[in-house]
């Protein structure tokens, strides 16, 4: 009897033993609740964003031209009647009535083209001559329409304005009432405003080692339906020497976002380096991504 009670006692205590590992093992397994959905969402509106501002820019071969018109006094038909910048992919037309410049890309109907989707409508109007009592050297307003040159669309209105603040050229941009649709074909709608002031790293004239330093705010509501806002917490940091690597993605710099219902999340960019890679913390708990 004695042995069978200590077998017993001994199966007992190997239960106990095991129930406890496994208790043990559970909870260190389960992460804060990292809300993966609206950092991707949040990430898409700022890889929209970016994408549609960088076409834009270079389709009139860069707005450096009105750093020149700060100083020249130039009007902005130095950058609204320049050469615009070949796209095989679409039709792209200009037009000037009633002191208004008129620019449209047109990809037609969604299809494939030099290795991307690409498909709908963008539209820029800026004024030939900016008015008397004008407050910024170039002013343009964009509409997207179903705008495609990549995976995702993008729907809305976007307003440009190009000022000089303390003899340095900032761009104040805002996009409102835009949509985006995803892979999947889900919907993030947001509001968002953006600062870029461009540090020219004391070597104006040349632009391979201009920064693009970014502030700014959106509000959204995600794909699955749940509103959010994102804060620029500390600058995002755009390098013209990556583009050709990393497609202008951010090297540097923090975004804070907050939704209702979780934990707020910390988007960090890293150090300045020219990768694609970010990290989510979330509770303390940091994951880290690349984008495609």
């Known amino acids: 009897m004695k042995t069978n009670l200590n077998w017993q006692k001994l199966a007992t205590i190997c239960l106990l033993i095991v129930t406890m590992g496994a208790c043990n093992q559970d909870n260190t397994s389960v992460n804060p609740d990292i809300d993966n959905v609206t950092a991707e969402d949040n990430q898409a509106i700022v890889d929209e964003t970016e994408a549609v501002f960088t076409y834009n820019e270079d389709l009139f071969g860069g707005f450096s031209g009105a750093r020149e018109a700060a100083t020249t006094g130039a009007d902005s038909t130095g950058v609204g009647m320049r050469p615009l910048k070949k796209d095989n992919c679409a039709t792209i037309t200009r037009t000037q009535a009633n002191g208004v410049i008129t620019v449209v890309v047109d990809y037609g109907a969604s299809k494939e083209c030099d290795g991307r989707k690409v498909g709908g409508k963008m539209t820029i109007q800026m004024p030939l001559r900016p008015a008397a009592n004008t407050s910024g050297l170039l002013t343009q307003t964009i509409t997207y329409e179903n705008f495609q040159r990549g995976p995702r669309t993008i729907t809305g209105k976007h ?76 600058s995002i940091i755009v390098k013209v020497a990556c583009k050709s690597t990393s497609g202008g993605f951010p090297v540097a710099g923090t975004i804070e976002i907050v939704r209702p219902d979780k934990p707020k999340s910390i988007v960090d960019y890293g150090d300045g380096a020219c990768d694609r890679t970010y990290t989510v913390t979330t509770n303390g708990v940091t994951e880290t991504k690349t984008r495609k």
Request: no cysteine; net charge neutral.
């Open 159 to 234: 307003s440009v304005n190009l000022v000089v603040e303390n003899g340095k050229l900032v761009t104040k941009e805002s996009f409102t009432e835009t949509s985006i649709t995803t892979e999947n074909g889900k919907t993030i709608l947001f509001n968002s405003t953006k600062t870029r002031k461009t540090d020219t790293k004391g070597t104006p004239l040349n632009v391979s080692d201009d920064e693009i330093v970014i502030t700014g705010f959106t509000t959204a509501t995600g794909s699955d339906g749940k509103t959010f806002s994102s804060t620029i917490t500390k």
